[in-house]
């Protein structure tokens, strides 16, 4: 049986994040997933991660302050950070056939805010409901 491999791709503290309850304009939400994904691009190619077939992607909220949250709600920051994956080559899609996840949790508090994101490879050949 193959080892697992993970990598830990942390993102720059103080980015602006994407919230699915924001009402953003159409314009100022797509700035913010630019870099959002930029980030999430350059952040895997600097963790070294490698071109993969399948990874279950767990994500990591460090929130600015101890105030109530639901990381959930961050979807959109993830998935963005996430194209920037597909984007450096970590995964040739994000879709269900080469991703598990993300499955979004709260963590410490780092000043400013930040992302964080496990990536663990997965057996290409392992059924698609691995969960």
Do not use: C
């Amino acid at each position: 049986m193959k080892a697992t491999r993970t990598w830990t791709v942390t993102l720059p503290p103080g980015l602006v994040l994407l919230n699915a309850n924001q009402r953003l304009h159409h314009r100022v939400r797509a700035k913010f997933t630019k870099l959002l994904r930029e980030a999430g691009r350059d952040a895997a190619i600097e963790a070294g991660v490698p071109a993969l077939t399948r990874a279950h992607i767990y994500g990591y909220l460090h929130p600015s302050d101890r105030r109530r949250r639901d990381p959930g709600n961050l979807y959109p920051s993830f998935k963005a950070v996430i194209d920037g994956f597909v984007d450096a080559g970590v995964l040739p899609d994000d879709d269900d056939k080469h991703l598990v996840g993300p499955d979004m949790r709260l963590s410490d508090v780092v000043k400013g805010g930040q992302l964080r994101l496990l990536v663990i490879e997965l057996d290409p050949l392992e059924a698609v409901a691995h969960g």
